[in-house]
């Protein structure tokens, strides 16, 4: 094998309101939950069947924030490519807890919306609607030598 590659792309819709904090360095983080589904017809029954999965997703990527922050709200429609994230936790049990998530991180992850934007979360222009990648990297004349991530 010559390598390998971390990459979710997901179709589907937002579970919850996006939830924005701040962490320790200053930066923000979004977080919600996405539903996707899948459906067929029984072969039996002939009925269609379907199954809908869950997703957490994690958006570190702080052009994204500022996307999700105003435009994402329950039930806005999107696709999404980022990459999975397990992490580990110990509960107030003493246990120890996994989850899976899909982060959307810095200079990486895109963000497509496919609905209008939501006017519930606050006063928006319909002309803001826009498809957030990683090109939320300043132009190369604007960087320099410290700023280059390798």
């Known amino acids: 094998m010559a390598g390998s590659k971390n990459k979710v792309n997901l179709l589907g819709h937002v579970g919850i309101d996006p ?3 701040t962490v320790s360095n200053g930066n923000r983080v979004a977080s919600f939950s996405l539903a996707t589904s899948d459906s067929w017809r029984d072969s039996t029954s002939g009925e269609r069947v ?6 957490r997703v994690v958006v570190w990527n702080q052009g994204l924030v500022k996307i999700v922050e105003k435009f994402l709200a329950k039930g806005s ?3 999404l490519e980022g990459k999975l994230r ?6 107030n049990a003493g246990n120890e807890r996994y989850t899976t998530e899909i982060h959307l991180e810095n200079y990486a992850g895109e963000l497509t919306l496919l609905d209008a934007p939501s006017t519930s979360r606050q006063s928006r222009r319909e002309d803001d609607r826009e498809l957030v990648g990683a090109g939320n990297r300043p132009p190369v004349d604007d960087l320099s030598g410290d700023d280059i991530p390798f």
């Open 19 to 21: 939830e924005i904090r």
């Open 50 to 55: 379907e199954r809908t999965e869950w997703h």
């Open 77 to 79: 429609k999107l696709d």
């Open 86 to 91: 397990t992490r580990k936790w110990v509960d």
